[in-house]
């Protein structure tokens, strides 16, 4: 079954958008199958945007992940790596759609509330990066029979 990662970035933790953003997801009908609150070390946050490390704006971006709790998590189901990436919006959250996670809460693409990967190669590059097998849960809720 298809799996994507996701992080809640500083900045939702900060503004109390957890739940919200949370709760989309499941509402959505995708499976919550890893999830923890954390302070990400520097070392992690350059590995995980390792792609971007030339960019100008690396180590800005790199400070913001490390300034505050982050919330990790992994999601599953049929076609969540593109789903998930569509229900946070474009990168900057002005041209966001509204309706989606950055459209409806974002102003700035430096704060930008959340982290989805962009393809199914990443997503599991992604997961591996953060977390443990052990620490990724295996379940089918009861509701997935409704909906699909
Ligand atoms: P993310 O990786 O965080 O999910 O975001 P994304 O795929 O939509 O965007 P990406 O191109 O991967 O950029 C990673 C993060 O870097 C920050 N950024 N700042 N100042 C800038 O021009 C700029 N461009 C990108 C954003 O916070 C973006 O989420
Ligand atoms: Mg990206």
Redesign the pocket.
């Known amino acids: 079954m298809e799996r994507t990662f996701m992080a809640i970035?500083p900045d939702g933790v900060q503004r109390g958008l957890v739940g919200e953003i949370l709760r989309r997801f499941e509402a959505k009908g995708f499976t919550l199958v890893g999830l923890k609150l954390m302070h990400v070390s520097k070392e992690l946050a350059e590995k995980h945007?390792d792609?971007?490390r030339e960019?100008?704006?690396f180590p800005?971006?790199v400070e913001?992940i490390t300034s505050g709790p982050l919330v990790a998590m992994v999601w599953e189901g049929d076609g969540v790596v593109a789903s998930a990436?569509k229900m946070?919006g474009?990168?900057?959250p002005l041209s966001a759609e509204p309706g989606t996670i950055r459209g409806d809460f974002g102003i700035s693409?430096?704060?930008?509330l959340?982290?989805?990967?962009?393809a199914i190669e990443t997503a599991q590059r992604e997961i591996a990066l953060w977390f443990s097998s052990e620490e990724l849960v295996s379940w089918q809720p009861a509701a997935v029979a409704w909906l699909v």
Do not use: C, M
């Not at 693409?109 to 930008?112: F, H, V």
């Not at 959340?114 to 962009?118: E, Q, Y």
């Open positions: 970035k945007y792609v971007h960019r100008p704006f800005g971006l913001f990436r946070i474009a990168t900057n693409i430096g704060r930008n959340i982290h989805g990967s962009d």
